[in-house]
């Protein structure tokens, strides 16, 4: 391509050469008409000299490739400078300890890390730095089915009892499975019940568990929607069974090896785990502002999770996606469909992505989140724009910037998402470039007429809002997910991960409700009905543990622990009643056990029960 001085002198050859051709021709003109002719002949009309005239014409007023690079290049420095600020001031507030890949119409504009992938030996965090996936795995374990479906080895409305033969649950297919509409029980309330000893739980433990004792389905199956881990790890029983190999070597040659994923993983073993090249460890960020590693390497479970990669390997996955590298176009297509139920009505959730549209442009994403880890990836495809973000600090709100981001690339403005975006649970203040937020601090007294529980309109969605140490904690009764909401004033809070809540009040002046980002409205009812456990009633108030002082309350049906320099969870009976076990938190393996006296109401013994040992609480 010319440059502009090129375009310059070619316009000014082309005007000089014809005016010389004008003026010879009118001065000759009286003289000799025929000169006329034969100039007319051999310049204007040649079609040589017309086709090589238009062509240097065209050439000299096309735009220079270096201008047109330059406003591209000017484009994505703004974009990366703006990305890099907020990132950066994230990072500063304690929100982000992470690697995020950004790319911009398919091109990588942005990669850093955040952090320590190792806080003992202060191993900086990379792009390369391998971490858990957690439930981004679940689009991995999809694209095997949807292989193995081009294979002809099954069929997604095949019987789950056609490949898995211990099971009884009848009408669950396999669509159902990667649509989370098949109505299974969740396995991780029934594993230690079923297995209090074992240490080290694997898919095939999942599978005999399930049919062996054969808990509850919880609907019909195509009824509704309802997250399934249960769903995705038998269906990475199903890859085995229909394929022949094992699930982490078919994911290892049928899709890390096709598109180069080499550094991606799925390890079935402690010792695989600990020798991950590159591995981030896990953490938690405590109250006084240290980290405490929150990794666990002691189970093996694939298919709902279960995949350990790095930001570089997830962009060829999001590229791959693009082509048909893995499989058709078709196939794809069918992928990014959303799930439809008996009833007609249609989701927003696919073979493994959540699937919505955002100013007329097609999302597909998904989070996930275990122990240490939260994790996303957030792709746009109609602008083909992605960003990813893996973050090794679990408890912090890192992995939900993905929106700051995809906002910047879009020229979106981030004014509110900047607001409704809170610091973690100690921080009282969030700046962005010039704009300070600040979260005020309420007495107990004031944040306790927000206690209770939350229904959702029309639905089955249910949230306790309860009080602990001062401090107002969100938590979804069905997920078991936990948040502090930090009040900005009385009627607006933020939880954690940065979504807003907007409280109602009656002519009362009483709360009777709050309204979510997403415009859901959730109304205020009485807690939670539990059943009344007599030996709940003898609870001491304090148990200690190994390195801290446990503080249990037990009051209108609703059950808490308070852990300090950690937070406040609500606890949720696990499994058959009867057996006195009690989860809490995003971790479903950690829990307490009771024992009881024969009558079953003076508690004898109170145990914190870890995936591999059993701490006894002592008063």
């Not at 005239?53 to 994505?76: G, N, V, Y």
């Not at 992938?117 to 981004?136: G, M, Q």
């Not at 100013?359 to 989140?369: L, M, R």
């Not at 078991?480 to 009040?505: C, E």
Request: overall charge negative; hydrophobic content about 35%; aromatic content about 14%.
């Amino acid at each position: 391509m010319a440059s502009l001085g090129s375009r310059v002198i070619y316009c000014a050859i082309i005007n000089a050469f014809y005016s010389e051709i004008i003026n010879y021709t009118y001065f000759y003109y009286a003289l000799n008409q025929a000169l006329i002719k034969h100039l007319v002949m051999k310049y204007f009309l040649n079609p040589i000299f017309y086709t090589i005239s238009i062509a240097m014409f065209f050439l000299a007023c096309q735009p220079s490739e270096k201008e047109a690079i330059t406003e591209d290049e000017k484009r994505s420095e703004r974009i990366v400078a703006e990305i890099d600020s907020a990132l950066q001031l994230f990072h500063t507030e304690e929100l982000l300890y992470g690697t995020v890949l950004i790319a911009d119409a398919g091109k990588v504009i942005y990669q850093k890390g955040f952090g320590y992938a190792n806080h003992d030996s202060k191993d900086t965090l990379k792009p390369e730095s391998t971490f858990r996936l957690a439930s981004i795995g679940k689009q991995f374990t999809a694209m095997c089915l949807v292989i193995l479906q081009e294979q002809g080895k099954l069929e997604y409305d095949d019987n789950i009892a056609k490949y898995l033969t211990e099971l009884n649950y009848t009408g669950v297919t396999i669509r159902h499975l990667l649509w989370h509409t098949g109505g299974l029980p969740d396995y991780m309330r029934w594993m230690q019940t079923y297995y209090p000893k074992k240490e080290n739980y694997n898919n095939n433990d999942v599978l005999k568990m399930l049919g062996d004792s054969m808990p509850p389905i919880l609907f019909e199956p195509g009824e509704k929607f309802d997250y399934s881990n249960t769903g995705y790890s038998l269906l990475a029983c199903i890859v085995e069974r229909a394929s022949g190999m094992s699930f982490p070597d078919f994911a290892q040659q049928h899709i890390f090896d096709k598109i180069g994923m080499s550094g991606s993983y799925v390890p079935t073993s402690t010792r695989q785990m600990d020798g991950l090249p590159n591995r981030a460890l896990g953490y938690r960020l405590t109250r006084n502002n240290g980290f405490k590693e929150n990794d666990d390497n002691s189970h093996s479970f694939y298919g709902d999770g279960g995949i350990f990669s790095n930001v570089n390997d997830l962009f060829k996955w999001n590229e791959a996606l693009y082509t048909e590298k893995l499989v058709s176009k078709e196939s794809i297509d069918e992928i990014f469909k959303p799930f439809v139920l008996n009833n007609g009505k249609v989701g927003d959730y696919g073979f493994g992505w959540f699937i919505h549209d955002a100013d007329s442009n097609k999302i597909v994403d998904h989070s996930g989140g275990w122990v240490g880890f939260s994790t996303y990836i957030h792709r746009d495809i109609t602008n083909q724009h992605c960003v990813i973000i893996l973050t090794n600090v679990g408890n912090t709100p890192g992995a939900g910037m993905y929106q700051f981001c995809h906002n910047i690339l879009t020229g979106k403005d981030n004014t509110k998402q900047y607001e409704r975006f809170a610091s973690r649970y100690k921080s009282t203040k969030i700046k962005m470039a010039e704009r300070r937020v600040t979260f005020g601090k309420m007495s107990g007294e004031l944040l306790g007429k927000f206690e209770g529980n939350y229904k959702l309109e029309g639905g089955t969605m249910e949230v306790n809002m309860v009080l602990g140490d001062e401090e107002l904690w969100y938590s979804n009764v069905e997920t078991k997910r936990q948040m502090q909401a930090l009040p900005n004033d009385s009627v607006h809070f933020v939880l954690l991960n940065g979504t807003a809540l907007d409280f109602i009040y009656n002519d009362a002046g009483n709360v009777s409700g709050f309204t979510n980002q997403s415009g859901d409205t959730y109304l205020k009812t009485e807690y939670v009905a539990l059943e009344e456990f007599e030996y709940l009633k003898t609870l001491a108030p304090t148990y200690k543990a190994d390195y801290a002082t446990w503080k249990f309350k037990y009051e209108r049906g609703v059950f808490t622990i308070d852990i300090p320099n950690e937070m406040l969870y609500v606890m949720y009976p696990m499994g058959n009643i009867d057996n006195k076990q009690w989860v809490f938190g995003n971790e479903p393996a950690y829990s307490v056990q009771f024992e009881t006296d024969e009558a079953n109401t003076n508690i004898t013994k109170v145990e914190y029960v870890l995936p591999a040992n059993t701490v006894v609480l002592e008063e």
